[in-house]
């Protein structure tokens, strides 16, 4: 069965710093990218981070980039989300999410599997 779960997320202080991470079931990962998605309160599901199965190509949204890195281990198969310089505004749930290919994207659609999601809050 496809599974995704989401950990990590918590309260933290601006400027802090979290770590969220996805585990995948064995049938789950596999060569596909993998992403990252954040929904606020009253907001639209948006794009966070995404890498390709070798790690070796990344993207973010603009509005991360610089204080997100996105990773993964295969051996794991797990795939994490290193979140620096928090601002109020990161805040949100976090889920992660399987593409349907191995290509990078940043759109909804481009993603088949998705996890339950972890509440991330920031005070500030």
């Known amino acids: 069965q496809v599974q995704l779960v989401e950990s990590g997320g918590g309260l933290v202080q601006a400027g802090g710093s979290l770590r969220l991470s996805c585990e995948a079931s064995?049938?789950?990962?596999?060569?596909?990218?993998m992403g990252w998605f954040r929904q606020a309160p009253g907001k639209e599901r948006e794009f966070v981070a995404a890498?390709?199965?070798?790690?070796?190509?990344?993207i973010y949204a603009d509005s991360v980039k610089g204080r997100f890195t996105i990773s993964r281990d295969n051996a794991k198969n797990t795939v994490y989300l290193q979140m620096n310089s928090l601002k109020p505004e990161d805040a949100g749930v976090y889920y992660c999410?399987?593409?349907?290919?191995?290509?990078?994207?940043?759109?909804?659609?481009?993603?088949?599997?998705w996890g339950q999601g972890t509440q991330v809050t920031v005070s500030s």
């Open positions: 064995a049938l789950t990962f596999n060569t596909n990218a």
């Open positions: 890498i390709t199965w070798r790690g070796d190509s990344t």
């Open positions: 999410a399987q593409g349907w290919s191995s290509m990078l994207g940043r759109s909804i659609p481009e993603y088949k599997y």
